[in-house]
């Protein structure tokens, strides 16, 4: 082999190592910005899941008095605070004020108490029953596989 050859040879194995390594950093910065893409869109899917569990929540419990729906959404903590008979006297303390007077006006909204991860929210709404109203609380979040209820409260206006 001559000169000329070996000096060719050698800046073509060069020319390639350099363009694998442009391949791999485009294919690694093609990953990264996936990732974030991924990440960004899961982040507000869940905030607005959310924001619609919030309202269902609310108009579930204290418009339509849906025990079975409240039941089954309470947090394992919320199910100390609230045992089957204090969910059946929470319901049942709606139920005496009768069926909302016009549309409820859901406030709130989901916060992430990381970056991208552990959503809850909080919704508020007052609702006006026939003789008072009322306003409810509820404090909602997405720990692992699906929305539950934190913390209800639920405070009627003195009688009219």
Same mark, same amino acid.
Do not use: Y
């Given at each position: 082999?001559?000169?000329?050859n070996m000096k060719?040879?050698?800046?073509?194995?060069?020319?390639?190592?350099?363009?694998?390594?442009?391949?791999?950093?485009?294919?690694?910065?093609?990953?990264?910005?996936?990732?974030?893409?991924?990440?960004?869109?899961?982040?507000?899917? $869940?905030? !607005?899941? &959310?924001?619609?569990? %919030?309202?269902?929540?609310? +108009?579930?419990?204290? @418009?339509?008095?849906?025990?079975? *729906?409240?039941?089954?959404?309470?947090?394992?903590?919320?199910?100390?605070?609230?045992?089957?008979?204090?969910?059946?006297?929470?319901?049942?303390? $709606?139920? !005496?004020? &009768?069926?909302?007077? %016009?549309?409820?006006?859901? +406030?709130?909204?989901? @916060?992430?108490?990381?970056?991208? *991860?552990?959503?809850?929210?909080?919704?508020?709404?007052?609702?006006?029953f026939p003789a008072?109203?009322?306003?409810?609380?509820?404090?909602?979040?997405?720990?692992?596989?699906?929305?539950?209820?934190?913390?209800?409260?639920?405070?009627?206006?003195?009688?009219?």
């Open positions: 082999m001559t000169e000329f060719e040879l050698k800046m073509n194995s060069r020319s390639k190592s350099s363009g694998q390594i442009l391949a791999i950093v485009i294919i690694v910065l093609a990953l990264i910005g996936g990732g974030f893409w991924w990440l960004f869109t899961n982040k507000q899917a $869940m905030a !607005k899941e &959310g924001r619609e569990f %919030g309202r269902e929540a609310i +108009q579930r419990i204290a @418009v339509q008095h849906d025990l079975a *729906f409240f039941s089954s959404r309470l947090s394992p903590a919320a199910r100390l605070q609230f045992p089957p008979s204090a969910q059946q006297d929470f319901i049942s303390r $709606m139920q !005496k004020l &009768g069926t909302p007077a %016009g549309p409820v006006d859901v +406030q709130g909204d989901i @916060v992430f108490q990381s970056q991208f *991860f552990e959503p809850n929210g909080n919704f508020h709404a007052r609702i006006n008072r109203g009322a306003e409810i609380n509820i404090a909602i979040s997405h720990p692992v596989g699906r929305w539950q209820i934190d913390d209800v409260a639920f405070t009627p206006d003195p009688e009219r």
